[in-house]
T-cell receptor
Framework: GESVGLHLPTLSVQEGDNSIINCAYS??????FIWYKQESGKGPQFIID?????DKRQGQRVTVLLNKTVKHLSLQIAATQPGDSAVYFC????????????FGKGTMLLVSP | DADVTQTPRNRITKTGKRIMLECSQT?????MYWYRQDPGLGLRLIYY???????NKGEISDGYSVSRQAQAKFSLSLESAIPNQTALYFC?????????????????FGPGTRLTVL
């Protein structure tokens, strides 16, 4: 069936490697950032978030790094597993009185056993 | 997330038909959202609602309308469907953020509705 992964940047890694997925955001006023994982046929699932007063936040096997100087966000996944294969989206929250999110186009992560 | 359900899961319709997509949530969240997803374009916000009496247009609201029938229900309508509205549609919910109305909380997504307009 149709895949949301068509035409997306793709990162291919071996099981056990560390993965780094990058995201450039557009608005220097954005003060909230979030990573979502989307498996085939499913809705996006929350992974981790970070606010602009931080530059690093760690979760279980995941770390998000925020570089406000160059408007860059990255998601690091340690010891990548085949179950991590999915499309990963970053999103930014722009202060506007209403807390809506603007999503990036996504990166497909393919993990080989 | 099983607490956010969408019906139907798949729908094929013809140009000019009226279509309603429904979303229900049991999370008790005040905030609900409708997004569409096209291959290679990520998620784009159509409409959002921060409580039953609040409706706001998103990035791509033209050709769509919404109704917030209750805190738990938010429906999306295509009054006269056209082929370029063929896409995956997602509903999402979020709680009122502890940091105040202009702050953020994660959004919880439903499983999606695949809509095809012929």
């Amino acid at each position: 069936g149709e895949s949301v992964g068509l035409h997306l940047p793709t990162l291919s890694v071996q099981e056990g490697d560390n993965s780094i997925i990058n995201c450039a955001y557009s608005n220097s006023a954005s003060d909230y950032f979030i990573w979502y994982k989307q498996e085939s046929g499913k809705g996006p699932q929350f992974i981790i978030d970070i606010r602009s007063n931080m530059d690093k936040r760690q979760g279980q096997r995941v770390t998000v790094l925020l570089n406000k100087t160059v408007k860059h966000l990255s998601l690091q996944i340690a010891a990548t597993q085949p179950g991590d294969s999915a499309v990963y989206f970053c999103a930014e929250g722009r202060p506007s009185g209403y807390s809506t999110l603007t999503f990036g186009k996504g990166t497909m992560l393919l993990v080989s056993p | 997330d099983a607490d956010v359900t969408q019906t139907p899961r798949n729908r094929i319709t013809k140009t000019g038909k009226r279509i309603m997509l429904e979303c229900s949530q049991t999370k008790g969240h005040d905030r609900m959202y409708w997004y569409r997803q096209d291959p290679g374009l990520g998620l784009r916000l159509i409409y959002y609602s921060f409580d039953v009496k609040d409706i706001n247009k998103g990035e791509i609201s033209d050709g769509y309308s919404v109704s917030r029938q209750a805190q738990a229900k938010f429906s999306l309508s295509l009054e006269s469907a056209i082929p370029n509205q063929t896409a995956l549609y997602f509903c999402a919910t979020s709680d009122f953020p502890s940091g105040g109305p202009s702050s953020y909380n994660e959004q919880f997504f439903g499983p999606g509705t695949r809509l095809t307009v012929l």
